[in-house]
Each structure stands twice: as C-alpha cells, then as structure tokens.
C-alpha cells in the first residue's frame, strides 16, 4: 500500500505497511505508526539508559545486537530483529549481513578491550558500521544510535542528544548527520565524533 507521505531524504519512506502488527480494524497514519515505534522506543531507552548498562545486560554480542532491533520494534512490525534478505538503495548486500554483524560485534568487543579509541570514538564507528551494514528492512539509523547511547551509557557518558523528531524530519540538523555519515564512510569520522559529544 502507499502513502501519499514524501520520502525523507536518506529514510526508507515507510510505503510498505505490510509486516504492521497493529489491529487492522482501521488504518494508521504515518504520524501514529511513527508514535507507535516511538513508545516501543521508550521502553528500550528505560532498559538501557536509565542507569549503566552491566555488560550481561549489554554484551554487544551478534545475537544482542539483532534483539534489540526486535526490542525496539517488535511490538509494532513483523520484520522487527528479522535480518532483511532483500536489497536496499543503503547498505551491504543481503547475503553478506550476518558475517559482517559478526564481524562489527567482534571488533567492539576487541576496541572495548584494549582501548584502541577512547569511549566517543568507538560509539561512533560502530553507529557508522552498523548504520552501513544496514542489517534490517528499517529502523536502522534509530537501532545504530541506540546502540552507540548504549555503548556511552556502559562507558559512564551520557547519552548523545540526537533529536529523534528533528532527525526524522527535513531539516539542516539531519543534512548534516547524513554529511558526517557520508564522511565516515571515506575512514573521516571526525565530525561524527563530534556529535556523539553532545550529550545529555
Ligand atoms: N547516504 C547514506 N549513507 C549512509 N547512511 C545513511 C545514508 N542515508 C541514511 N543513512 C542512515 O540510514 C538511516 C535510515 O535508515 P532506516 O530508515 O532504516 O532507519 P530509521 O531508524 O527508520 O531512520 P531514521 O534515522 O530516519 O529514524 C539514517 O538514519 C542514517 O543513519
Ligand atoms: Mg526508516
């Protein structure tokens, strides 16, 4: 089914309901879906940022990154935690997403270790790796930035201050977000790890 919603630039236009878990008595609006995914959210960020994240609560392992996708969208779509088997316009190609998730876990776990960047810098390059994978139908960017908030609350930072509905809208705030995403891309993460610092 489609709506009549302009795609956001760097989104995926939700233009495929099917998957919504909500009763189909009735049809949703874009705006009460997006409320829908934002209190499934909220229930993440109190698991997780309200106080430090033990690292058995948070172990950054493969199969704790692919549930809390399903933690931060089960309640409202199927494809919630579910790796995506189709192309995207962003992203690696489907077939490779497992090994490099695995991959991406591996080297968190490695950075985190030894230290090999300091607290803002490891956030942001697994916000960017995971963001890049692109591992799921959607949700993508919200599941990359909770898991780097994730990643700062466990190191004893704050959580970033991202500005959910700014960056969902189009504005200059989510230009420059994409700019620095686009940068990371070419091994310059300076400006993304300039925005991880600003937190609450
Ligand atoms: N050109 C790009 N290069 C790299 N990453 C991008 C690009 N455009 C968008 N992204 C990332 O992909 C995310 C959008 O993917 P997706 O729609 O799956 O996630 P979302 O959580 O639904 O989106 P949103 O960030 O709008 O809440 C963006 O937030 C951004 O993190
Ligand atoms: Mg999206």
């Known amino acids: 089914m489609k709506n009549s919603t302009k795609p956001i630039d760097g989104a995926t236009p939700i233009d495929d309901i099917s998957g919504l878990k909500l009763p189909k008595d009735r049809v949703y609006t874009l705006k009460e879906i997006y ?23 948070a172990p950054f392992s493969y199969e704790w990154m692919i549930d809390l996708h399903k933690e931060m969208f089960g309640d409202v779509w199927e494809w919630a935690g579910k790796l995506r088997q189709i192309e995207l316009s962003i992203g690696i190609q489907a077939y490779r997403i497992s090994t490099e998730l695995k991959n991406l876990s591996d080297d968190v776990l490695f950075w985190d270790k030894n230290k090999t960047y ?5 956030s942001a390059r697994l916000h960017h790796r995971a963001v890049q994978i692109h591992p799921f139908q959607n949700g993508n960017g919200r599941w990359s930035r909770m898991l780097a908030d994730i990643y700062m609350r466990q190191n004893s930072l704050m959580p970033v201050q991202w500005q959910e509905e700014l960056l969902s809208s189009e504005n200059p705030n989510r230009d420059r977000y994409i700019q620095a995403l686009k940068k ?8 993304l790890i300039e925005m991880h610092k600003i937190t609450y």
Request: glycine share 2%.
């Open 35 to 57: 409320f829908k995914e934002a209190e499934n959210i909220a229930n993440v960020t109190i698991k997780y940022l309200s106080s430090i994240p033990s690292k058995k609560e």
């Open 118 to 122: 300091d607290t803002y810098e490891i």
């Open 184 to 191: 990371a891309d070419e091994g310059k993460y300076e400006e």
